[in-house]
């Protein structure tokens, strides 16, 4: 079988201070050696990558399939279009489909996923997410489950609240927020200046930052670590913020998208810009860009949810909040180079790595044994992303026609050509 | 951003909302409209400029004006006119909207009016269309209702002679209204001297002033001096609980009565686009006074919807105009 040298790429590698030339030598699939040079490797095929990019595989934090079969995308399919287009490690949050409230439900997503991708199903904290009942949560850690969640299905009793996280924090379970008041939930957009010209029920930034305070409150009580997910709005940073400086275990990431969209997306009633959480407004991306740099923001993840031409073919209001994004995942990034928000390396941290966060599922990305392991990328190719173009079943891609850059060298393609 | 509304030579395809037209387009329609109008006997012409044409009136939301003006002004067009409300299509039984729309347009209908109670829902008809047809947006959710912003505005045209030099109230529950948007759409394109709305904060949404407007919680600080009291009904279907108390609280502080109106520019009048709760919104004899130019505002609907037919027909092959 084919052997293949990448010569001299740059290694861009979470929490090193700085990059490094190295060449990679890879045998049927496995990485042989990775050095500063390699010698004496009899390739195949040798890659000049002097102008490409060795990163571990991104680790998203929040992708939700929408399985709805049969119609809908599949897990297997939804988590390899992800693995081409970089990603190798998924959190899939309990309503991925059927409600991961049952050890055979985590075992399910476990079996019904590809092998080269690893996924980390995160467990429900109540039984069918309804508040009431709570799950076995040791079970589902014993299952594979490496952190709960009421995921946007936020409980209004905080005393039962404060419960559950108490018996969560007794076996050191984390517990992974998406900010949001209960009764300000039905809102669908911002509330704000385009929600009140377009009469469309916004959820106010208070939305968020009243879940956050109430949870930074009950953090402190119980002990739980705890890690906000899909933060969107600047007051909502602020807190997460200050709770860090007061020493609370928790830990935030922010959607790519909620980066580069905001509110103004909205004015021709677009429905691929109905998503949870909204956008928000100009200075609310502004603010979670800054937190990238200052680093409030721990990571970034997806946010990706395909969805069928169904649900998104409706008036506003009538359409499922979602939108599906991996396959502008690394452009978007390369992007926030290129406007100066974040370096290379901060940018493998926030994507690559969890080592900043409270939950922290896997600790060893750096660690390349195979092709399936690493991403090989040439940060400069130009494209327009098309609807031919996407890997990703998902109907509901809002970058279609976006001119970004970045490409992943398809390694297993050329392997495969060399035979 | 993509403009639905207008053609590539910029003449108007659809009509979905006030913010994309300038004031050319909306002075045209004006006079447009007035065209309908008999030079001296001043009622309501008839010619068969859209003999050729099938409009649908798709209903999704009760309605008495709206609806019969938008027939009565096809009608006088020449134009045929299919009637279609909820409880009787097909969406009843779980068609899409989208489906319903298609199968309409495979009908060969060319105009489509449309009332939903979602925002939006007119654009989205407008974007299954492809260009096919046009559709004027009879009301969708709490977004949009041009062709109502559109008669208020010739109303206060034929009212006022210093129109569009005016100081206008809104006043009641612009949260819920669409009406209100799109008057406040219509006036800032138009050059109104200010517009002020008026209500307890629970009906006023929070970013409105962003919308350039002023916002006024007392009715007595709201409307001194207006040239033109908009009065608004409480919009109880769409409402959460909460936003008022029960009982006469309402007409008690926000309602218009012949007293409080005193307050307002002596020559001032009252529009309200109906229907009108008497007695919750305003006083009922003020609302039969000479001041309250309600029942024009009915007439001049149907010439303006006449003329907003006349226009975006002229996009559509088979025009006689």
């Known amino acids: 079988m084919a052997k293949i040298l990448v010569r001299q790429a740059t290694l861009l590698l979470p929490y090193h201070s700085q990059t490094s030339r190295i060449d990679i030598a890879i045998d049927q699939g496995k990485v042989i050696s990775i050095k500063e040079s390699i010698s004496g ?24 399939p929408y399985l709805k079969q049969p119609q809908g995308p599949t897990l297997a399919k939804e988590l390899m279009a992800a693995q081409q287009c970089g990603f190798g490690h998924i959190c899939l949050p309990p309503d991925s489909g059927m409600i991961n409230d049952r050890p055979e439900i985590t075992s399910k997503h476990f079996s019904d996923s590809p092998n080269n991708i690893q996924v980390y199903p995160i467990g429900a904290l109540t039984s069918e997410l309804k508040g009431e009942q709570l799950c076995d949560l ?11 969640s009421q995921s946007f299905y936020n409980i209004k009793d905080l005393c ?40 469309i029920l916004g959820e106010p930034d208070i939305s968020e930052a009243i879940a956050i305070s109430q949870h930074l409150q009950l953090i402190e009580d119980t002990d739980i670590k705890a890690h906000f997910t899909c933060i ?54 502004l603010a979670l860009r800054q937190g990238l740099v200052d680093g409030t923001i721990d990571n970034i993840c997806s946010n990706h949810c395909p969805l069928q031409p169904l649900d998104k073919q409706t008036p506003f209001g009538g359409s499922v909040a979602g939108l599906s994004c991996i396959d502008a995942f690394l452009g978007l990034g390369i992007m926030l180079m290129e406007d100066g928000v974040i370096t290379p390396l901060q940018w493998v941290k926030l994507c690559c790595s969890t080592e900043a966060n409270v939950i922290r599922p896997n600790q060893d990305v750096s660690n390349f044994r195979t092709t399936e392991d ?32 970045g490409k992943l060298i398809d390694l297993k393609s050329l392997l495969i050509a060399a035979q | 951003m993509e403009n639905l509304q207008r053609s590539s030579d910029g003449t108007l395809h659809h009509l979905l909302a006030i913010r994309d037209l300038d004031k050319k387009n909306i002075l045209d329609i004006l006079e447009t409209a007035q065209q309908f109008f008999h030079p001296n006997t001043n009622k309501l012409i008839k010619n068969n400029s859209l003999k050729a044409f099938t409009v649908a009136n798709i209903f999704f939301e009760p309605s008495t004006r709206t609806r019969s003006t938008f027939e009565l002004a096809a009608k006088r067009l020449g134009a045929n006119v299919l009637n279609l409300s ?11 909207l989208r489906d319903t729309v298609l199968n309409l347009k495979a009908m060969q209908c060319e105009i489509f009016v449309i009332r939903h109670p979602q925002s939006g829902a007119a654009h989205f008809v407008a974007k299954q269309l492809h260009g096919k047809a046009s559709v004027i947006n009879a009301g969708d959710g709490c977004h949009a209702h041009p062709t109502q912003a559109l008669l208020d505005m010739y ?83 769409r409402m959460r609980q909460g936003l008022l108390p029960n009982g006469n609280a309402f007409y008690r502080e926000y309602g218009l009565t012949q007293h409080k109106f005193k307050l307002a520019h002596p020559n001032a009048i009252i529009i309200h686009p109906g229907p009108v709760n008497r007695g919750v919104e305003i006083e009922s004899e003020l609302a039969d006074s000479s001041r309250s130019v309600i029942l024009s505002q009915v007439t001049n609907g149907v010439a303006i919807r006449m003329g907003i037919m006349s226009k975006v027909a002229k996009n559509l092959e088979g025009f006689h105009g």
């Open chain 1, 232 to 285: 969107s709005s600047k007051k909502g940073l602020d807190l997460v913020r200050q709770g860090k400086q007061n020493g609370l275990p928790i830990s935030c990431d922010v959607a790519i998208s909620n980066l580069f969209l905001d509110e103004n997306s909205l004015l021709n009633f677009d429905t691929n810009y109905h998503v949870k959480p909204p956008f928000r407004s100009n200075e609310d991306k």
């Open chain 2, 155 to 237: 109303t206060l045209r034929q009212h006022h002679k210093k129109f569009p030099d005016l100081t206008v109230a809104i006043i009641g529950d612009i949260l819920h209204s669409r009406v209100a948007r799109s008057q406040i759409e219509a006036m800032h394109v138009l050059g109104f001297k200010e517009i002020r709305v008026v209500g307890p904060k629970t009906l006023i949404p929070k970013h409105i002033s962003q919308l350039g407007v002023k916002v006024f919680h007392r009715l007595e600080d709201g409307i001194e001096g207006v040239d033109v009291a908009m009065m608004l009904r409480l919009q109880k279907e």
């Open chain 2, 86 to 96: 909820i409880s009787e299509s097909a969406t009843s039984k779980g068609e899409s």
């Open chain 1, 138 to 148: 040791t079970s589902l850690m014993h299952a594979g489950c490496f952190a709960v």
């Open chain 1, 41 to 64: 490797f009899d390739a195949d095929t040798i890659i000049d990558a002097q102008n490409y990019w060795i990163t571990p595989k991104f680790f998203d934090l929040c992708q939700r």
């Open chain 1, 160 to 199: 039962f609240l404060r419960q559950a996280y108490q018996y969560a924090a007794s076996f050191d379970i984390p517990i992974i927020i998406y900010p949001q008041d209960p009764w300000f939930s039905r809102g669908q957009v911002h509330e704000g200046t385009i929600a009140t010209m377009l009469g």
């Open chain 1, 374 to 405: 690493f991403n090989l990328i040439d940060p400069k190719y130009n494209y327009f992303l098309s609807t031919e173009k996407l890997t990703s079943q998902g109907y509901n891609n809002p970058y279609i026609g976006w001119n970004l850059r």
